[in-house]
């Protein structure tokens, strides 16, 4: 995997290792942060200290999140240009209040609010008791507060997840590609542990998902004689500019049938 977990302090190059993640020449990045590609050369070599000005256009060329951005900087002897503010903090209050309002509005259907690592930073109370209705154990979420973890681990959802051998690949493929397109350590670790856990299931991972007749792959749990289909959403904020804000998202289930419409409505309300 490219995930480069120890980047050299110089700017130059940070900027290479992410143009090369990105698979873009010397000429295509001088060509979208509008500098020249000799100039970008030499910026890559060190012969040319960036400004400011032009590690945000490179950032931005670059497709980089805030949190990689503000490392950038940071390397070129700037200050940090985004904040990273806890959800606790007041300047948050709006964002706790918007994501409040969405997760109540989905009742009953589940809906968690996750963080760039998955680790589940909110949940709905439909959430809760979908897992609890499958494990039997209010502790799980305790013990696995991690979307993926809480799927993948020994004691987890999958065993009762119909269509696991789909699912797996898909999220493994997802986690994957995540951890390659942030260059997140924690993400390719999280990747590991769920491959691992994955293999010890026995069930392969199939990224085929031809067989399906719908139009989005749906994720469907069984548990005696109830089946349960949903389809899921990912939300997040679009103007955000604030590092912990930007990675935060929200996944929220839908009903893909029926059945699983009158059981949310008649067990998770």
Known sequence: MLIQTEINEKPGEIVRHWRKIRRLSQMDLAFAANVSARHLSFVETGRSHPSDDLILRLSDALELPLRHTNTLLVAAGYAPRYTSWSLEDDHTGMVRAALDHLMRQHEPYPAVVVDRGYDVVMANDGFRRLSTWLVGDESLLARHNNTFRALFAPDGWWRYVANWDVVQGTLLKRLREESILF???????????????????????????????????????????????????????????????????????????????????????
């Open 183 to 269: 260059q997140s350590e924690a993400l390719a670790e999280l990747y590991e542990a769920c491959l691992a856990d994955s293999r010890r299931t026995g069930a392969k991972p199939d990224e085929d998902e031809t067989e399906t007749q719908l139009p989005v792959l749906t994720l469907t749990f069984r548990k005696g004689d109830v089946e349960l289909s949903f389809f899921s959403t990912i939300t997040t904020f679009g103007t955000a500019i604030d590092v912990t804000i930007q990675e935060l998202h929200i996944e929220t289930l839908f009903a893909a049938d029926a059945e699983t419409q009158h059981f949310c409505r008649a067990v998770l309300q």
